[in-house]
């Protein structure tokens, strides 16, 4: 079954409209969207590694574009928009924290967003709603996409083909192992983040419980 969802994911990627659906799932997910691209541009780019520069390149201009979308959301739109939005994504009580953090580290946050699996979208609104500047802003977005989907894209450039062929071959044992990693990624962060010693993470907290 594992086999068959991965064969069809791979033909799916190879398809004539994938690069369109790449370029829109990369802008939606960084205004509104929940799922990222990331496992698109890696397959696409597992599919056809001659090719994975210019899908990471088209994954990071879509997103970037679809950023300086969230932060007109935030800027212009918040109440009527933004609001209901980080609502529908859960990320409600994530949102006095992420602004409090954008005002006292900048485009810090930006790039360490856009190049972890932090929700971006919730940087993007919130940015336009603190009215961060939006050169500042677009810069960082740059650097942060432009890190992780390069990243993919040349790895796959350069070792794509050995890359399929190991993955081709032991495709349950790497998918135990994804879960296994994403899950202690999440236990992780979740102890990193309530760890003390930090002022500018502990201020944020009281902010965002006051």
């Not at 109440?79 to 810090?108: H, M, N, Q």
């Not at 790895?155 to 990693?181: C, E, N, S």
Request: net charge neutral; hydrophobic share 50%; proline share 5%.
């Amino acid at each position: 079954m594992l086999r068959k969802l991965y064969d069809w994911t791979i033909d799916k990627a190879q398809h004539r409209h994938a690069e369109a659906w790449l370029a829109a799932i990369s802008f939606i997910e960084s205004s509104f969207f929940p799922i990222p691209p990331h496992p698109l541009l890696g397959l696409m780019c597992l599919a056809n590694p001659r090719r994975a520069i210019r899908y990471a390149l088209i994954c990071t201009i879509a997103s970037v574009v679809g950023g300086l979308f969230g932060y007109a959301i935030g800027y212009f739109l918040y109440e009527a928009v933004g609001k209901a939005l980080i609502g529908a994504l859960g990320l409600t009580e994530s949102f006095p924290v992420a602004a409090c953090y954008l005002r006292e580290r900048d485009w810090e946050v930006i790039v360490i967003a856009g190049a972890t699996p932090v929700p971006f979208k919730l940087l993007t609104i919130t940015s336009g709603f603190i009215e961060m500047n939006l050169v500042t802003f677009t810069l960082a977005a740059i650097a942060g996409r432009g890190f992780i989907f390069m990243t993919v894209g040349i790895l796959f450039r350069l070792f794509g083909a050995p890359i399929k062929a190991f993955i081709d071959r032991y495709l349950g044992m790497l998918t135990t192992a994804f879960v296994l990693l994403l899950v202690g990624g999440f236990v992780v962060a979740s102890y990193v983040g309530s760890s003390e010693g930090d002022p500018v993470r502990d201020q944020c907290q009281i902010a965002a419980s006051a």
